[in-house]
């Protein structure tokens, strides 16, 4: 599966962004599907995920209640929507695959598939 990530840009403290995830080459129902994000000199922080039921998300919990992630089947994406945004929250934001369906991580080495990544600027 390939992954394609969007929606990024530069929003103000306090406002909403939603990205998505568009896959081709293989169905996301077949997957677990993860974002995450990193900034410069640190390690990919797992964001959340959903599973291949659509109902099935687990959030970090510094991010609980500020995002939520869904499924849109018939145009074979995920969406990340992230409201109340902080200035600790620009990052670059990337979805990722993991085939192994038995159990969702929070690991990134969990995932097998990457997008490239969209990059989320909090700035007033």
């Known amino acids: 599966v390939q992954l394609q990530a969007s929606g990024g840009g530069l929003v103000q403290p306090g406002g909403s962004l939603r990205l998505s995830c568009a896959a081709s080459?293989?169905?996301?129902?077949?997957?677990?599907m993860g974002w995450f994000r990193q900034v410069p000199g640190q390690d990919r922080e797992f964001v959340g995920l959903i599973g291949v039921n659509p109902g099935s998300t687990y959030y970090a919990d510094s991010l609980k209640g500020r995002i939520a992630i869904s499924k849109d089947n018939t145009r074979n994406s995920v969406n990340l929507q992230m409201n109340n945004l902080k200035p600790e929250d620009a990052a670059v934001y990337y979805c990722?695959?993991?085939?192994?369906?038995?159990?969702?991580?929070?690991?990134?080495?969990?995932?097998?598939?990457w997008g490239q990544g969209t990059q989320v600027t909090v700035s007033s």
């Open positions: 990722a695959a993991r085939e192994n369906t038995d159990w969702g991580t929070m690991s990134a080495d969990g995932y097998d598939y």
């Open positions: 080459g293989n169905s996301i129902s077949r997957y677990y």
